[in-house]
C-alpha cells in the first residue's frame, strides 16, 4: 500500500525558511527517484525538485534554484525540501511522489500548505 504524508508546512513572511519532510511507504520509496510538486490556487500541478534514489543527483525546476534543497534519508523512507529566501509566488500546497521529474504513482497525499506573506 502507497503512503505519502507530507508535513512542515505553514506561514512564513517573504525571505523566510521553512523544511518540509514527505513519509513514504518502502513500496515507493525504495529503488526511486523521489520528487516534490506543488499547486497554487487555480493552477495546475507542477514539478519542484527531484533527487535520485541513492541522493547523489537532484534537478529544479528553474524558479527555485538556488532557494530550495531537496535530499533524502533512506534509512527513514523521508524526502525533504528545504526552502529558503520564500517569496508569494512559492505560496502553494506541496506534494511529493515518486518519479524523476514526473510522478510515478496516481496515489497522492494530503500534501501540506505553504503560505508566504509579502
Known amino acids: 500500500q502507497v503512503q505519502l504524508v507530507e508535513s512542515g508546512g505553514g506561514l512564513v513572511q517573504a525571505g523566510g525558511s521553512l523544511r518540509l519532510s514527505c513519509a513514504a511507504s518502502r513500496s515507493i520509496f525504495s529503488r526511486n527517484a523521489m520528487g516534490w510538486y506543488r499547486q497554487a490556487p487555480g493552477k495546475q500541478r507542477e514539478f519542484v525538485a527531484a533527487?535520485?534514489?541513492?541522493?547523489?543527483?537532484?534537478d529544479y525546476e528553474d524558479s527555485v534554484k538556488g532557494r530550495f534543497t531537496i535530499s533524502r534519508d533512506n534509512a527513514k523512507n523521508t524526502v525533504y525540501l528545504q526552502m529558503n529566501s520564500l517569496k508569494p509566488e512559492d505560496t502553494a500546497v506541496y506534494f511529493c511522489n515518486a518519479g524523476w521529474r514526473r510522478p510515478i504513482s496516481d496515489y497522492w497525499g494530503q500534501g501540506t500548505q505553504v503560505t508566504v506573506s509579502s
Open positions: 533527487v535520485t534514489s541513492s541522493g547523489i543527483s537532484t
